[in-house]
């Protein structure tokens, strides 16, 4: 079992002690030092006080926005796949015609072994 489990304050206390140690270190930096993280501190948080900011109904318009976007490329990828591929689709043959190929196939393998049974010339 490591320390985390044993003792459920223990990440807690982990934070206490990082940040002690961390302010003490702070604490020793000197001054100008200090001064100079401050200002880039306060110049990072005004730039992030001046970007400009999406309007409610702006931000609720983009899901639609987006599935909006979404079906109109669905609708162009499906219209245009035919013409993408190039390959026209072939006509499939029905039920009766296949059954009549094979029948007609039959016919011929019949024909064969017939031709064999009644003696072919130079078969022998």
């Known amino acids: 079992m490591s320390e985390s489990d ?38 990072a948080v005004q730039l992030v006080d001046e970007r400009p900011q999406l309007s409610g109904k702006l931000v609720r318009l983009l899901p639609y926005a987006g599935l909006a976007a979404a079906a109109a490329l669905a609708l162009v990828v499906t219209v245009n796949s035919d013409f993408a591929t190039g390959v026209e689709e072939l006509p499939v043959a029905d039920e009766m015609e296949f059954a009549t190929i094979q029948e007609l196939e039959l016919v011929e393998e019949l024909e064969f072994v017939a031709w064999l049974e009644a003696g072919a010339p130079g078969a022998g």
């Open 6 to 43: 044993k003792d459920p304050d223990f990440d807690a206390k982990l934070n206490e002690l990082a940040r002690a140690r961390l302010n003490e270190d702070v604490d020793r930096l000197p001054a100008d030092v200090t001064d100079r993280l401050q200002r880039m501190r306060r110049e």
